[in-house]
């Protein structure tokens, strides 16, 4: 995005746009050259920090003529805090799943699961569980956003990179 200093204007790359009476195509900006952008007082509109992830934050902008500040205000404590744990649990779930029906045949057949795979899924769920510990202990947004980044431990079938 440009900042037209001439006129005030926010002007859009794809979009033609009039300055001082002069038209200009849609792909004028993408043509020009930044000799050419600030000869009619283009500027191009700099961040001046970075977006939070919505996950946890309302995220906002605010321009001021060629600045653009993003505003991270987070989201309410008590909902965050649910809903990551929510996707803790549903992350555990789907990482178990596909490995359930060793568990049945061991309790249908009585063969035991190999110890490997008894581990990991052990390991999954205390994964799980110490990352909703975490996150209920959490007295701010970014202590949950910190505490729901779980490295889940792959299984053990997983190719070793």
Request: aromatic share 10%.
């Amino acid at each position: 995005m440009f900042y037209s200093s001439t006129d005030g204007q926010y002007i859009q790359p794809g979009n033609q746009f009039a300055i001082d009476g002069v038209e200009y195509p849609s792909n004028w900006l993408n043509l020009s050259t930044p000799e050419e952008k600030a000869a009619i007082g283009l500027e191009d509109v700099i961040a001046t920090n970075s977006p939070q992830s919505d996950v946890y934050y309302w995220v906002s902008t605010e321009l001021d003529k060629a600045t653009l500040t993003y505003v991270n205000t987070p989201k309410e404590l008590a909902s965050v805090k649910t809903n990551a744990i929510s996707q803790i649990n549903a992350t555990a779930y789907s990482l178990l799943f596909p490995s359930d029906w060793m568990v049945v045949k061991a309790f249908e057949t009585s063969t035991a699961i190999p110890s490997t795979w008894n581990t990991w899924r052990a390991t999954i769920r205390t994964q799980a569980q110490s990352a909703i510990t975490a996150i209920e202990a959490a007295t701010n947004v970014d202590e949950v956003a910190t505490a729901a980044q779980v490295q889940w431990t792959s299984n053990p079938d997983a190719p070793i990179v």
